[in-house]
């Protein structure tokens, strides 16, 4: 299927920890985005990147590094988590940047206790 | 003042009323107005986007754009329990879409 999808769906972790969201996209796009949304449903973009090179990173700690490897993919890395940072956690993509219609995965739920 | 207001809501109305969805803005840089619809657990997905003031229409969905005011408004006609969903309005500027917080709507049958 042709789409963006997302990995792990649920992530369940304790403060301190480090870990990885991994996206992948097959629709031949060449930006690829993060997005953080709170409890509060209020969606907020992190990170975009284009053709493997960052573009926006929209004032979000350093504790967070994004990864292109090459244009279908954009990892998410996050050290010593806190517990401000549980939140569902978007990925999107579009055939170029600034395009008004983002694809978005399912999104991964990330919990930290 | 946030950049694009939007009421969460939530929104409840009986299956076959007309849906009334708005947001307003405070940035006259905005270029693109966009409505995106978020079911639960899902990823939010574009159903319509307009460029200048007035309106444009899509099937039982018209979107609304008065620039002068700084307001932009979605009608649902014929509601169906399939609506149901959070409807966040979006805008674009500096390639970078800038999303309100989203209405919670229930249609209910």
């Known amino acids: 299927d042709t789409a963006v999808s997302q990995t792990p769906k649920y992530l369940v972790t304790q403060m301190g920890n480090d870990k990885s969201i991994k996206c992948e996209q097959n629709?031949?796009?060449?930006?690829m985005y993060w997005y953080k949304q709170d409890s509060k449903k209020f969606l907020k973009i992190m990170f975009s990147y284009n053709n493997k090179e960052l573009i926006i990173n929209e004032t979000v700690p350093n504790r967070f590094s994004p990864k292109s490897p090459d244009k279908a993919h954009l990892n998410l890395h996050i050290n010593s988590l806190e517990l401000g940072d549980s939140a569902v956690y978007f990925c999107a993509s579009s055939p170029t940047l600034g395009d008004n219609e983002q694809f978005f995965g399912p999104g991964t739920r990330l919990t930290v206790l | 003042q946030k950049e694009v207001e939007q009421d969460p809501g939530p929104l409840s109305v009986p299956e076959g009323a007309i849906v009334s969805l708005n947001c307003t803005y405070s940035?006259?840089?905005?270029?693109?107005f966009m409505w995106y619809r978020q079911y639960s657990r899902k990823g939010p997905e574009l159903l319509m986007y307009t460029y200048s003031s007035g309106n444009k229409e899509d099937g039982r969905f018209t979107a609304q754009v008065d620039k002068s005011s700084k307001y932009i408004s979605l009608f649902i006609r014929d509601s169906q329990p399939s609506d149901s969903a959070t409807y966040l309005c979006a805008m674009n500027r500096d390639d970078k879409i800038i999303f309100g917080k989203g209405t919670r709507l229930h249609i209910l049958p």
């Open positions: 629709l031949g796009h060449d930006t």
């Open positions: 940035n006259s840089a905005f270029q693109y």
